[in-house]
């Protein structure tokens, strides 16, 4: 029997659907078994399939995610943005919205990314990079992702929103402890976190409603004071804004340095080179972010039943986005498991996404990891790999815990 609009049997389909190419949970994860394992099934399924979390498409291939997050006619954000699916509030921020829904919470979030605004902030981000490097490397042991990697971003993010570094600090820790609920599958934890951080961004706002900021220079000031068609932005929209905001701003960066220290620490060369040259950071990285994106649970969900790379996604069907698969694509990144200084086509890796929902804070996340290559790099001699990284685990790709030896410049 054939499905009625593509060339498809549909007996051949459903054992299609039924297969289990990889197990996203299994434990023991090490820094490159991921990979390894994606880069194998890419060969044959660059759009593979898992029975777990009541069965997904998990799709490795560039070209595959790249379609799946340009073409909203055939792929939705609003149905569910992650797998596994965990949501208990109702509240929707803009990760879960289309547009137009989408395009005013936007423009008013894209204006506090531009350049001169990243600008703004650089010295602060550097201060609070020195001020937590500095005592590690004098120690000559730390875990980088417990003492710099987590803790970083709450200085950042502090500066960034106009917080008390008490208030930063608290979404810190329950945003930490949020993460290793979701890592296990432990719902009520999950909910009650939820809740938490849902209850801190309303004291943001609060605080903002009041008045004394200006929305020139405060992003949930701007947010409230947005007029679309003459209207403010509904409340409990702004809510789950600001509240995507919190989480997506800590959590991505963590993991994210602690993968580049992994790294580094296990090319010295590579290591002496960025020393010498520091001006060869920035392109860094950028590979960096190809080869080590953390996000690979990210969804989409089929509007209808569409053709993709071959396989037919079926209304309703999630798919989950592998960012971390799709940069290693050799199909567009030849030598993709490898690190290519100044890589020719290094712009098309999508780290940070593509078309409506790629990541406004990019600018901003650039600069944090430039900066902290150039701060680590220009006070140690050398850093060394101290014991094995601790890995996440689904959705997240990346380390949890990276000791380290450093050697002070």
Known sequence: ???????????????????????????????????????????????????????????LGYDEVL???????????????????????????????????????????????TPPKIRELESTVR???????????????????????QRFPAFVFADFFNLDLETSELIKSVTRTYVDAIQVLDHEVVKSLSGKLYEIAQTIIDDRAAGGYDPEED?????????????????????????QLIVTGMVAPSVFIGNMFVHLSRDPELQDQLRANPTLIPAAVEEFLRLYSPYRGMARTARE?????????????????????????????????????NRPNISKHISF??????????????????????????????????????????????TRSVPLDFVRA
């Open 305 to 341: 039943d569409v053709m993709l790379g071959g396989q037919l996604i079926r209304k309703d069907d999630p798919v989950a986005l592998v960012y971390t698969s799709a940069n290693r694509d050799e199909r567009v990144f030849p030598d993709g498991e490898t690190f290519v200084l």
């Open 219 to 243: 992003l949930t000031a701007a947010l409230l004071a947005a007029r679309p068609q003459g209207e403010p932005l509904p409340d409990h929209l702004v809510l789950g804004c600001v509240r």
């Open 67 to 113: 379609t799946a997050i340009t073409d909203i006619e055939h792929f939705t954000t609003s149905k569910q943005n992650a797998i596994p699916k965990f949501a208990f509030t109702g509240v929707r921020p803009p990760l879960h919205l289309d547009p137009p829904e989408h395009t005013e919470y936007r423009r008013v979030i894209n204006k506090a990314f």
């Open 1 to 59: 029997m054939k499905h009625p609009n593509f060339d498809v049997d549909l007996e051949a389909d459903e054992r299609r659907r039924a297969a289990h190419d990889f197990d996203p949970v299994t434990p023991g994860e090490t820094f490159t078994s991921a990979h390894e394992e994606f880069e194998a099934l890419r060969a044959r399924r660059p759009i593979a399939r898992s029975q777990e979390y009541e069965g997904f498409w998990a799709l």
């Open 127 to 149: 201060a609070s990079a020195v001020g937590l490097l500095d005592p590690l490397i004098d120690t000559g042991w730390a875990d980088v992702c417990k003492e710099y990697a």
């Open 353 to 398: 996404g593509r078309g409506t929902h790629s990541c406004p804070g990019a600018p901003l996340a650039r600069m944090m990891m430039s900066i902290t290559l150039e701060e680590v790099l220009s006070r140690s001699a050398s850093f060394t790999a101290a014991g094995d990284p601790e890995m996440a685990i689904w959705a997240e790709w990346g």
